[in-house]
């Protein structure tokens, strides 16, 4: 446990030192939260189905402090590992190359959290952000932020398991990642999308997270049962074809 510990404090700093997902996951979203709330305020708005913009943002923008992490930062370095034949390495060691993948999934589980603090704090300090009004809502919220984390790290793991280079797997990485935030409702709401682009948003993994998310956090009208299901699905999926496909060297 010692080894593995001083692992998780190598990746720790590591992590630190990388500017992308760092700001990506800390600063961007709430960024975001920041110029919008600015913007329009969290008064109700009849475009947001009688909800403030930061209400309806924050547990959108929460889906996009995950993405960065699992989509992004996550396979990108485990590729980065298997390029320079680090985990080749690590399979020599006593704690063997798994060591590096759950240092990493911690790593960037914790880059999460902090990211989704910051954010949650701050619409509640200056924009008057309203938090899951029950105890129910808040335990579907921490229900739902666990299912969108093992889906988007399975993902993840499938852009790992199938790049056959770091400079492949940031490639397969921004692919996923950009068309997803952007088309999902994870930085803009699904409801001033025009009608194609609505439908274009069905096509998206991360538009099940979002309106999960804003289901659990706001009680926003969803189909729950098809946002859950398509989650559920995807994460089986790509968990078993990130297992299949996983190559350590």
């Known amino acids: 446990m010692g080894l593995l510990w001083q692992v998780v404090r190598f990746e720790s700093r590591r992590m630190m030192r990388n500017f992308a997902p760092v700001f990506f996951a800390l600063a961007f ?10 913007i329009y305020g969290n008064e109700p708005s009849s475009r947001l189905d009688g909800r403030g913009t930061v209400d309806m943002s924050v ?24 390029d320079r034949k680090v985990l080749k390495r690590f399979r020599a060691t006593p704690l063997g190359a798994s060591a590096l993948l759950i240092a990493q999934g911690l790593v960037n589980i914790a880059l999460s959290l902090l990211g ?7 619409g509640w300090l200056f924009f008057d952000l ?3 009004d029950s105890a129910g ?9 666990v299912l969108v984390t093992l889906v988007m790290y399975a993902i993840g793991g499938v852009v790992a398991a199938v790049a056959p280079s770091e400079r492949s797997a940031t490639a397969v990485a921004n692919l996923l990642y950009f068309p997803m935030i952007f088309l999902s409702g994870a930085t803009i709401p699904l409801q001033i999308f025009p009608s194609t682009m609505k439908a274009i948003s069905d096509a998206v993994p991360a538009t099940y997270a979002v309106k999960l998310l804003q289901h659990a956090w706001l009680d926003s009208a969803t189909n729950v049962a098809l946002d859950v ?3 559920a699905g995807l994460l089986a999926l790509a968990a ?9 060297e």
Request: overall charge positive; hydrophobic content about 65%.
């Open 240 to 248: 078993a074809a990130a297992v299949r496909l996983f190559r350590w």
């Open 137 to 145: 809502a808040a335990v579907a919220t921490a229900g739902s932020l």
């Open 59 to 82: 547990p959108a923008y929460l889906v996009l402090v995950i993405a960065v992490t699992g989509l992004m930062s996550f396979p990108l370095g485990l590729a980065e590992y298997r």
């Open 116 to 122: 989704a603090v910051l954010l949650v704090a701050t």
């Open 130 to 132: 309203h938090l899951p």
């Open 29 to 38: 979203p709430v960024l975001m939260l920041c110029m919008f709330g600015g």
């Open 229 to 231: 299901g398509v989650l």
